[in-house]
């Protein structure tokens, strides 16, 4: 190819890249989380990538995203509407996102959430999920499976819709209840006597705990008892938990909705974030930030413009989203169902230990 054939290609790629539609998205920052987990903010970092790697791609329109971290969360949706938003992103705790939820619909512009659970389990608001599945369950099985016949949960004070609804997934697929409850609050010094009533009267520990606060747990028991088996929630994920946590954090598990897919080193998205910014975001978290884009690129695509209700109506039509590990099914409440995966904690990696029969599929970008 000539030098000036190749300048007309760049030439008409840039123009192609002057010709897509704006889509302004709205990501809404949690200002009064006191979980403490770092997982609701890289989640949303994750969003914000994904969104700059999409816009990478041939396409008829491009992401511009813009924050609010206001309390007033009602006045918040009011300016994203008046910015002429198509959707808003947020919510990684649910009472948070139930307000949001409400604010939404209010003003008829779709929410995708990041909330697990089921608190926004409805099929009559304008309420998506990439990650309604909080892996608890798949947890639970797996401690049931390993011979567990008791076990203690560990959480903080905070948040006690997620705690219970992660206590009582794993309980329910665990077939018992624990027998104990441990709630971690103000000096952390004050509970080493618990520690050692826990690793006295059960076999294994399910953390509900944010990152550092589960690193901490996870040392003080395993320096009790070296082969206590820990299991952990999604807020233990991050680039920090293996770092605290050190030797003793080894094989601790989590559950994560990341396809097998996500193993290549050289996946387009993954290889785009370590190549333009840094690779301390965990692969699991990314997948989450790509799949809530992925939807929302699915519906725009659609809808063939940003306006909030078309768009919403496109989300509503969805009956799966495709992503890097393939089509994921959506169900009538416009939840994402994709299945969560074990990981594991190795070598200060999170490491997965179970490939799950989607392994192969046909993958995204």
């Given at each position: 190819m000539t030098a000036a054939a190749l300048a007309l290609l760049v030439a008409a790629g840039?123009?192609?890249?002057?010709?897509?539609?704006?889509?302004?998205?709205?990501?809404?920052?949690?200002?009064?989380?006191?979980?403490?987990?770092?997982?609701?903010?890289?989640?949303?970092?994750?969003?914000?990538?994904?969104?700059?790697?999409?816009?990478?791609?041939?396409?008829?329109?491009?992401?511009?995203?813009?924050?609010?971290?206001?309390?007033n969360v009602y006045d918040a949706i009011d300016r994203a509407v008046e910015r002429g938003s198509a959707a808003v992103v947020g919510g990684i705790n649910a009472p948070f996102s139930s307000l949001l939820a409400d604010a939404a619909r209010r003003r008829g512009i779709p929410f995708i959430s990041l909330a697990s659970g089921p608190l926004l389990q409805r099929a009559d608001d304008l309420v998506f999920?990439?990650?309604?599945?909080?892996?608890?369950?798949?947890?639970?099985?797996?401690?049931?499976?390993?011979?567990?016949?008791?076990?203690s949960v560990i959480a903080t004070g905070f948040y006690a819709n997620h705690t219970q609804s992660f206590a009582h997934g794993f309980g329910s697929a665990f077939g018992a209840s624990p027998v104990g409850t441990t709630l971690l609050a103000g000096d952390l010094k004050k509970h080493m006597d618990e520690f050692?009533?826990?690793?006295?009267?059960?076999?294994?520990?399910?953390?509900?705990?944010?990152?550092?606060?589960?690193?901490?747990?996870?040392?003080?028991?395993?320096?009790?008892?070296?082969?206590?088996?820990?299991?952990?929630?999604d807020w233990a994920v991050s680039h920090r938990t293996p770092l605290l946590a050190g030797e003793l954090g080894e094989e601790m598990l989590t559950a994560s909705c990341t396809a097998p897919e996500w193993d290549d080193p050289d996946l387009g998205f993954p290889a785009f974030v370590r190549r333009t910014y840094t690779a301390h975001i965990p692969r699991m978290i990314l997948a989450m930030g790509y799949d809530t884009v992925a939807m929302l690129d699915e519906a725009v695509r659609r809808a063939g413009s940003a306006d909030p209700k078309a768009?919403?109506?496109?989300?509503?039509?969805?009956?799966?989203?495709?992503?890097?590990?393939?089509?994921?099914?959506?169900?009538?409440?416009?939840?994402?169902?994709?299945?969560?995966?074990?990981?594991?904690?190795?070598?200060?990696?999170?490491?997965?230990?179970?490939?799950?029969?989607?392994?192969?599929?046909?993958?995204?970008?």
């Open positions: 840039a123009a192609l890249q002057d010709r897509r539609f704006e889509v302004p998205v709205t990501l809404f920052y949690d200002e009064q989380d006191l979980s403490g987990a770092v997982v609701s903010r890289l989640a949303l970092q994750s969003v914000v990538l994904a969104m700059e790697y999409f816009n990478s791609l041939p396409s008829g329109h491009m992401f511009v995203p813009s924050r609010e971290s206001d309390l999920r990439p990650r309604p599945d909080n892996g608890a369950r798949v947890l639970g099985r797996a401690a049931k499976e390993a011979g567990v016949t008791s076990y050692d009533k826990i690793s006295l009267r059960a076999d294994a520990a399910l953390l509900i705990l944010p990152d550092w606060l589960a690193a901490v747990t996870v040392r003080e028991l395993r320096l009790r008892r070296p082969d206590m088996p820990i299991y952990a929630s768009v919403a109506a496109a989300l509503k039509e969805l009956d799966s989203v495709t992503t890097v590990g393939g089509p994921v099914p959506v169900d009538e409440n416009g939840d994402m169902r994709a299945k969560p995966r074990l990981f594991s904690m190795k070598s200060g990696r999170w490491e997965r230990i179970e490939a799950g029969p989607e392994e192969g599929a046909e993958g995204g970008r």
